[in-house]
């Protein structure tokens, strides 16, 4: 038997999905957002990476404080491949697993993280100053 508030989530659900298929100036919107990027220099091979941190990667790193292993090296560099895969626009560097494979072999992974977020974060910035005038 489906609740009440059960009920009125599937009918919100329906009627948002109706409006966004129907709706050309959302789907130009969510269009034009996934073809936008940021190229960002590593280590001499450019990754395309998008502008902005996606809300899935901002909730990943609060969603591991909470996990019983967020303390150890395994499960940080983990949740650090998965970011670092969940910025890239292409593939090989949208599989967590190629981030492994090149952490193992250069250590590089966190710098990486760090730099993907330092390009997200200029864009950010751009629009507040721009949002400011």
Excluded at 4 to 23: M, R
Excluded at 103 to 108: L, N, Q, R
């Amino acid at each position: 038997m489906v609740s009440n508030g059960d009920t009125l989530a599937q009918e919100l659900d329906a009627f948002v999905e109706k409006e966004l298929k129907d709706n050309d100036t959302v789907i130009a919107l969510l269009t034009n957002a996934k073809q936008r990027y940021k190229e960002v220099d590593v280590f001499g091979v450019p990754v395309k990476v998008r502008p902005v941190v996606p809300k899935n990667i901002r909730h990943q790193s609060e969603k591991s404080k909470d996990d019983p292993n967020s303390g150890k090296l395994d499960f940080v560099e983990t949740i650090t491949y998965t970011m670092l895969a969940g910025m890239c626009i292409e593939a090989p560097y949208t599989k967590p697993e190629f981030w492994k494979i090149v952490d193992d072999e250069t250590g590089i992974a966190p710098e990486t993280l760090t730099r993907f977020f330092d390009a997200a974060n200029d864009t950010q910035k751009a629009i507040k100053t721009f949002r400011g005038k």
